[in-house]
C-alpha cells in the first residue's frame, strides 16, 4: 500500500514538474517575428537608420570575436557603441551583448568626462578682458560722431 502511495506521489510529481517546465519554455521563448513582418519594417525605415543599426551589430561581433573567454569593451568600444546608439530609436532590441541600463550609464560617463575636459580647457575670462570687449563692441556698433 505505502509502495503505491509512493509510486503514484512519483507520477504526480514528475507530470507536474513536465507541466512546468513546458509553461517556464512558452514564458521565457523570445518574441519572434516573421521575416515578412521583419521585412515590412525594415522599408519604412530610413537608410541611415539601418547603417547604424548594422554597424552597431557588426561592432557587437566584433567585440565577441576576440580570442578570450569573456571579452570585455573596451573605453573605445564602449564610446562606439554609445555613438551608435544614439542615432537608432530602435537602438534597444539591437544591443545584444550588454544591458541598455549599460548602454546608457556609459553615456552619462563620457557626458560628464566631454564636459570636464571641456570645462577645464576654457580658462576663464577676466574682469580686464570683458570691460575691453565690450567696449570694442560699443565702440563698433556705436553712431557717435565726432566733432
Known sequence: MFAHLVRQFATIARVTAQALH???LAIT??????????????VVR???ALIAENALLRQQLIILRRSVKRPHCTGRDRTLLVLLTSRLRTWRHAVLIVQPETVLRWHRQLFRQFWRRRSSEAPPQTDEIYATQKLDSIATSSHVQDI
Not at 521563448?29 to 525594415?42: C, F, R, W, Y
Open 22 to 24: 513546458r509553461h517556464l
Open 29 to 42: 521563448k523570445p518574441t519572434a517575428t516573421s521575416l515578412v513582418v521583419g521585412t515590412l519594417a525594415d
Open 46 to 48: 530610413s537608410k541611415s
